[in-house]
């Protein structure tokens, strides 16, 4: 393989990668409170859609970008009224979510399918680009990329480092004793629902108004899945998350790498490949449960009620 | 003061009240949704329920669309039952489909190609989702991202499949299979119509669920299991086996019920087959009560939304995706209303009137 190729692989690896790191991003977090939203691809094709509108209509990409983030979190906003004030079970509330979204985002989008927008231009950055190799991975990219890691970098820091991270943590262990100790355990589970809502939304604007600036039925494809499986994968850590987000950007692409190696095979079957991943994947985590079950959230996925 | 406060015990009734309001929730966002769009409310409540019951030939078409959705939702009912949160029917549907389709195409001439296909398909469905719930039992995965993830490669599977070795040589680029002969369709039933063969195999297997939960040995397992796992523990019954029974026979059913599309109703292999009868099963199976009777009502009704919104777009000129709207809030109006059945209202005496 050569250096172009290698090149063009992992700059692909890095577009790829990003919508899945966005939406891992607020899922963990969302987690880390103790909350399972599995609504991660309906919110992400909401954010997609409505992010796709308000930029066709507006001629702002960045006011696109702010309506989808608003669309994610209006999403996760339904989601938390039902499970946690409602308190249906939070994986049937999820599914729910997904169906609903799907649904509505196919409705509202119905008379723009096929149109397209000027998307998002990659931003060289000076100087850094120029750095031999790893300037033209890293610094040639679209402003959303660059905001995916400032967002990393914030939640990184946010989860380890801060009292609020430390909070959001004793709510998601233990719901019960951070109540007892005066936490208010349903506002940071609602602020990490939002969270966890607006990055899905952010994860989906991506999507449609940088990948591939257009809105078609269901483009998200199953990444809000992948996300799922992605914040199991990464035990919960920031690091981990990113280096799979971009592990996954590369089987996303690997029809890049075989064609570059000269093979012939079906697209559509190459096209299972990221899918198939997370299947392997998933076996590599179920193997190592132990390790899985220290670094969960203890009360992830139960529903908190202070009335019992 | 009024207080909600949660039940220790849930009357029978509230668990169909709950639905019957989700379902009527569903229909006044319905005609809200309507009257934003510029349209006459109670003129389109009635093109999308009451006009698919019109006249014979549209109430066969509602069986046709209930019957792949009611067969998958028996299996995912049994899963839910026993707690396992099977999302695959739509994949292992899928893949019945083109196993069937596969088979069928292969003996197109023998007089007994559509029961080889209908088998091939159940085989098939069974083998997806054994993939599921051996990776569950082997190395612990979560089920219900593996049943999602086998759903998109059976998707893949299935345009491989039309776009490349199931392709008609003679369908001018189409990808499509070729068009089935008599030996490889499903009888008609009812004449004028396309009620087929498929339609009474989900009747019979909404009848043998019914039975199988309340008479025998094998379904008052799954409920303990489902109900409480350490219980079926000590009661000594084989978790292990009950699980891959389950799981097998779930993908057996939505196997059939894709089979059962591609030789009933569409008669070719399109790339198609479904249009998310897999996902709007799981609908099905709880607004039904994870009940066959209740089911086979809920099937009817999302068979409706099905018709209804295939007619909407041709009176109203509504997209079908309004179809998807309608199913998603129905499931959430629902998981809303079962709110009732965990809490009640209940008057609490303030202290101030306890004084006063």
């Known amino acids: ?308 | 003061m009024w207080q909600f406060q949660p039940r220790t015990f849930i009357p029978w009734y509230l668990q169909l009240i709950s639905p019957l309001i989700a379902v009527f929730l569903t229909i006044l966002l319905g005609m809200g949704l309507f009257s934003f769009l510029g349209k006459d409310p109670f003129h389109a409540m009635h093109v999308f329920f009451l006009s698919p019951l019109s006249d014979g030939y549209n109430m066969g078409e509602l069986l046709v669309k209930t019957a792949p959705m009611l067969l998958c939702a028996i299996g995912l009912a049994l899963c839910y039952q026993a707690n396992l949160w099977n999302i695959g029917a739509e994949g292992q549907l899928l893949i019945g489909a083109v196993v069937g389709s596969a088979v069928s195409l292969q003996f197109s001439d023998s007089a007994i190609s559509v029961w080889l296909a209908l088998i091939s398909g159940i085989l098939a469905g069974m083998c997806w989702s054994g993939i599921a719930i051996a990776l569950r039992q082997w190395f612990n995965s979560n089920i219900i991202l593996s049943t999602i993830m086998l759903n998109y490669i059976a998707l893949y599977t299935l345009q491989w499949a039309v776009h490349g070795p199931l392709k008609d040589p003679a369908g001018m680029g189409f990808p499509e299979s070729a068009m089935f002969s008599d030996n490889q369709l499903l009888p008609i039933l009812i004449e004028n119509t396309r009620v087929h063969l498929g339609v009474l195999f989900a009747l019979l297997a909404a009848i043998l669920c019914w039975v199988l939960l309340r008479f025998t040995w094998l379904g008052f397992q799954i409920r303990v299991l489902g109900h409480d796992e350490s219980s079926a523990h000590y009661a000594g019954f084989s978790i292990r086996r009950l699980r891959w029974g389950i799981m097998l026979l779930s993908g057996a059913l939505a196997g059939l019920a894709g089979a059962c599309e591609v030789s009933g109703p569409i008669g070719q292999l399109v790339p198609s087959v479904s249009p998310g009868y897999g996902y709007a099963a799981i609908i099905v199976a709880w607004l039904g009560r994870l009940h066959p009777i209740g089911m086979c009502i809920s099937g009817l009704f999302l068979g409706l939304i099905y018709m209804g919104g295939d007619m909407a777009q041709i009176d109203l000129g509504v997209p079908t995706a309004i179809t998807g709207l309608f199913q998603g809030s129905l499931l959430f109006l629902l998981l809303a209303s079962d709110f009732l059945l965990r809490y009640r209202l209940v008057k609490v005496k303030s202290k101030e009137t306890q004084h006063g």
Not at chain 1, 88 to 112: D, K, R
Not at chain 1, 231 to 251: D, E, M, Q, R
Not at chain 1, 258 to 265: A, E, V, W
Request: hydrophobic share 55%; charged share 10%; glycine share 12%.
């Open chain 1, 1 to 308: 393989m050569d250096n172009e190729l290698l090149l063009q692989i992992l700059t692909a690896a890095i577009k790829t990668g990003t919508p899945l790191l966005l939406v891992a991003l607020g899922e963990m977090v969302c987690e880390k409170s103790g909350v399972l939203n599995l609504g991660q691809e309906g919110m992400m094709l909401m954010g997609a859609v409505c992010g796709f509108i308000a930029a066709a209509t507006s001629g702002s990409l960045i006011f696109g970008v702010l309506m989808a983030m608003l669309a994610g979190m209006l999403m996760s906003l339904l989601f938390g009224v039902i499970s946690m004030h409602l308190k249906a079970n939070q994986v049937a509330t999820g599914l729910a979510l997904t169906i609903f979204g799907t649904g509505l985002s196919a409705f509202i989008g119905s008379t723009y399918v096929g149109q397209t927008v000027k998307g998002f231009h990659a931003i060289v950055v000076p100087v850094l680009s120029n750095i031999p190799f790893l300037g033209s991975i890293l610094f040639k990219h679209d402003p959303l990329i660059y905001l995916s890691w400032l967002i990393t970098i914030a939640v990184g820091l946010f989860c380890t480092k801060t009292r609020g991270g430390l909070i959001l943590r004793a709510v998601g262990e233990n719901p019960y004793n951070a109540n007892a100790i005066g936490l208010p355990v349903m506002k940071v589970r609602y602020m990490a629902i939002l969270f966890g809502g607006a990055m899905a939304g952010l994860a989906g604007s991506y999507m449609s108004l940088a990948y591939t600036p257009m809105w078609m039925e269901n483009m998200t494809g199953g990444r809000g899945w992948i996300a799922l499986a992605l914040v199991v994968f990464s035990s919960w850590k920031t690091k981990n998350l990113v280096l799979g987000a971009y592990l996954f950007g590369i089987a996303s692409i690997m029809h890049l790498v075989l064609q570059g190696l000269g093979m012939k095979i079906s697209p559509n079957l190459l096209a299972m490949l990221p899918y198939l991943a997370t299947l392997i994947v998933m076996i590599f985590i179920g193997s190592n449960r132990m390790k899985e079950k220290l670094s969960a959230p203890m009360s992830l996925g139960q529903t908190f009620d202070s009335r019992v």
